[in-house]
């Protein structure tokens, strides 16, 4: 549905992004997620055709074409940041404009209005409107067209909670129809509710690509169980690291970082060794601790140079996984990857 292939986008001196590649498949939902000038918007506007590649090409539909072709931009709807509309016409007023325009009949404009949940503020004028029902009437505007592929920027910035019920309907359902949603955001919550897949960018740069389930390895994998503990021995401390690598003991603590699921193993591992436990916490990992390590490894050093793992992360952020033994792998690849350098 979409291919970058070595984006790169520079406004005067400044880089926006630099040699994105990626493909987004139809019927997908992918979020964009980055700190403020990671170049998310640029892609966006780029994919809708609204800005020209610097170098490399940006195509959409099938067969692909060029985002900005207007064949390529018809199967396509776009919402910008920051929508205005004019103060003296109504909501319905606003979206039958944009039927007329697009030569639609008027007769969608209940249904647009109804899947944001701003049928009751309809027949207000736009000026008396807040700024999340402002952003919920232009949201609306997207949807007239009913496209195939729709590309959202920021589109829950400034959503309240009826808002944001509206547009995680909306985009169960354009999923459920096999249409194609873009998203922009820096709301973490957001992205782990609706992405099936996650781009992360880093000062104009795809710092790591992961589907919902290596996400939720990721945040998983932060997690740390903290042991008071009487005396291990260093063959039980080996056993224990031998489910889970970075444990570490000293000073009557164990520390053992990961996924959830490997606990069970490193308590049996102790009590065979009779180690006694005389407290434990847990600590799960969250969502917007790794993001912030990501950001904070992306900025610094662009990341552990290790092997390859292209299906999961960009070049400068790739890793191997750990070796397989009681679900290891999998599970702490992501956190090896952030830790590697500290």
């Excluded at 005067?12 to 700190?35: C, F, H, Y």
């Excluded at 909501?91 to 009751?120: E, H, K, M, P």
Aim: with cysteine; aromatic share 4%.
């Amino acid at each position: 549905m979409i291919t970058f292939r070595e984006f790169s986008k520079t406004f005067a001196r400044r880089v926006a992004v630099s040699d994105l590649t990626l493909s987004i498949k139809a019927g997908e939902v992918m979020a964009l997620l980055g700190p403020n000038g990671s170049g998310k918007t640029t892609s966006i506007k780029a994919a809708a055709g609204l800005i020209t590649p610097t170098k490399g090409t940006v195509e959409i539909g099938n067969p692909p074409r060029p985002s900005s072709d207007p064949d390529a931009r018809r199967i396509c709807s776009f919402l910008p940041q920051k929508v205005t509309f004019p103060d003296q016409l109504t909501g319905r007023d606003v979206l039958a404009f944009y039927c007329a325009l697009r030569g639609q009949s008027v007769d969608r404009v209940d249904t647009a209005l109804a899947a944001v949940s701003l049928g009751d503020a309809s027949r207000r004028y736009a000026g008396t409107y807040s700024g999340g029902m402002t952003q919920r009437l232009g949201l609306a505007v997207a949807l007239m067209s009913d496209a195939p592929l729709l590309l959202l920027d920021e589109p829950t910035a400034a959503l309240d909670p009826d808002g944001l019920a509206a547009f995680h309907a909306l985009v169960g359902h354009r999923r459920g129809l096999g249409q194609t949603t873009v998203f922009s955001s820096h709301q973490l919550d957001d992205v782990e509710r609706l992405a099936d897949r996650v781009a992360v960018l880093v000062e104009g740069r795809l710092a790591a690509l992961l589907t919902a389930s290596e996400l939720a390895e990721c945040v998983a994998s932060q997690g740390v169980m903290r042991l008071h503990t009487g005396q291990v021995t260093s063959i039980a401390l080996a056993e224990v690291q031998t489910i889970v690598p970075e444990t570490t003991a000293a000073d009557g603590v164990v520390l053992v970082r990961g996924t959830s699921v490997l606990r069970p193993a490193v308590l049996a591992v102790l009590a065979r060794h009779h180690v006694e436990i005389r407290s434990l916490t847990v600590q799960e990992g969250r969502l917007d601790q790794w993001y912030r390590e990501l950001v904070r490894v992306s900025q610094t050093d662009g990341g552990p140079d290790l092997e390859a793992r292209p299906s999961t992360l960009a070049p400068g952020l790739e890793t191997t996984p750990a070796r397989d033994g009681a679900g290891i792998g999998r599970a702490l690849w992501c956190s090896r990857l952030l830790r590697e350098r500290r």
